[in-house]
T-cell receptor, first 116, second 112 residues
């Protein structure tokens, strides 16, 4: 039982390049999330998915796209990377509905992205 | 918009019990109180969640008074490996999503 896994762990991109961050969970959770965490700041929600085939925007969706490929996998794509997207990206999953009152989420190890 | 207030930092010696209190005066009726732990360069880790009274698991206990305007995370017999930042969260929404909003948290330093 690996929990939530993310690849890659580190990535350096040049401005304008594209890439996809991969996330997978083996806990049979319906809800999945993508966050970014900037130095000294808290998490900000980029996108989330209540179930396979559904995705919704969070607080900071501009410059990103997501795909909920199946129940296990939720990928985040940067189409044209910008220096402002330098951050640590965390994927999370939850056994609870995305709009519920519970905030129990399980996080991956993160992807550290630098855009130059 | 529910917000939380917790001490910025705490120090403890190994083997002691540590209690971290969080105030959340505007908590919504249906919301749970959730605590996370985060080590440097790692993702947040869910510790415990409760609605009222007391909840205990293998890691910690969570005490919530009847008015639910505060909560206390209790870590029994801490070790050096418990040095981390601890976050208290209550209800927060981004559109229809239950969103985690981490404040500054409490930086716990455990020493010998």
């Amino acid at each position: 039982n690996a929990g939530v896994t993310q690849t890659p762990k580190f990535q350096v991109l040049k401005t304008g390049q594209s890439m996809t961050l991969q996330c997978a969970q083996d806990m049979n959770h319906n809800s999945m999330y993508w966050y970014r965490q900037d130095p000294g700041m808290g998490l900000r929600l980029i996108y989330y998915s209540a179930s396979e085939g559904t995705t919704d925007k969070g607080e900071v969706p501009n410059g990103y796209n997501v795909s909920r490929l199946n129940k296990r996998e939720f990928s985040l794509r940067l189409e044209s990377a910008a220096p402002s997207q330098t951050s640590v990206y965390f994927c999370a999953s939850s056994p609870n509905p995305t709009g519920g009152s519970s905030y129990e989420q399980y996080f991956g190890p993160g992807t550290r992205l630098t855009v130059t | 918009l529910a917000k939380t207030t917790q001490p910025i930092s705490m120090d403890s010696y190994e083997g002691q019990e540590v209690n971290i209190t969080c105030s959340h005066n505007n908590i919504a009726t249906n919301d749970y109180i959730t605590w996370y732990q985060q080590f440097p360069s790692q993702g947040p880790r869910f510790i415990i969640q409760g609605y009222k009274t007391k909840v205990t698991n293998e890691v910690a206990s969570l005490f919530i008074p009847a008015d639910r305007k505060s909560s206390t995370l209790s870590l029994p017999r801490v070790s050096l490996s418990d040095t981390a930042v601890y976050y208290c969260l209550v209800g927060e929404k981004a559109g229809t999503a239950s969103k985690l909003t981490f404040g500054t948290g409490t930086r716990l330093q455990v020493t010998l």
